[in-house]
């Protein structure tokens, strides 16, 4: 299995800011997605984040708002833009390699105020 | 989209008694069924899995049955244990590659001593 490590693992951050998440893969995976769960909720995909090329979004979220970088495969980073109180929640990054389980890092708590 | 739905949002058992969470999907192309644990302030883990050739698998005190005539496929934990206590997710994958899910709306497990 892969060891994913997230940075940092909590952040307040001022309205109005941008706070980047970074995650970071042990191995070559093929596959790397983000996830955003709001307090007791379940997990939704905001994006699959393809090396060398614009991520692609799920439905109802931006690139403007979520930028998302993977320069290799190893290593991808989240942007939370502009940053407002809703966007409050966890951040999760979740790796998978050609023909395996999809994994997860321990997740970035945000708390915007 | 692929829709998940989870039941019951919340289970409370004895210690020693079994816990059963069910799950039903609508796309009947799915073809990958994995379930996650998830612990207070961590990221989901990876429990078990099955995938659409396999109507039961089973690891441990933890099993997955999958009925896929019904789209609906369902986890067992047997002789449970204060440890067993989190939030668990059922997932399933879109089609078209199995790393990336779909999640239900998760199930908190309270075992009691």
């Known amino acids: 299995s892969a060891v994913i490590s997230q940075k940092p693992s909590r952040d307040i951050c001022q309205r109005g800011t941008s706070l980047t998440i970074q995650c970071q893969v042990d191995?070559?995976?093929?596959?790397m997605f983000w996830y955003r769960q709001q307090p007791g909720q379940s997990l939704t995909l905001i994006a699959t984040a393809n090396q060398g090329s614009e991520a692609t979004y799920e439905s109802g979220f931006v690139i403007d708002k979520f930028p998302i970088s993977r320069p290799n495969l190893t290593f991808s980073t989240l942007t939370v833009s502009n940053m407002s109180p809703e966007d409050s929640s966890i951040y999760l990054c979740s790796a998978s390699g050609r023909g395996t389980e999809a994994f997860f890092g321990q997740g970035t708590r945000l708390t915007v105020v | 989209g692929e829709n998940v739905e989870q039941h019951p949002s919340t289970l409370s058992v004895q210690e020693g008694d079994s816990a059963v969470i069910k799950c039903t999907y609508s796309?009947?192309?799915?073809?990958?069924f994995p379930w996650y644990k998830q612990e207070l302030g961590k990221g989901p883990q990876l429990i078990i899995d099955i995938r659409s050739n396999v109507g039961e698998k089973k690891d441990q005190r933890i099993a997955v049955t999958l009925n896929k005539t019904a789209k609906h496929f369902s986890l067992h934990i047997t002789e449970t244990q204060p440890e067993d206590s989190a939030v668990y997710f059922c997932?399933?994958?879109?089609?078209?590659?199995?790393?990336?899910?779909?999640f239900g709306i998760g199930t908190k497990l309270q075992v009691i001593p």
């Open positions: 191995s070559q995976v093929t596959m």
């Open positions: 796309d009947s192309a799915s073809n990958y």
């Open positions: 997932a399933v994958s879109t089609p078209g590659g199995y790393q990336k899910v779909t």
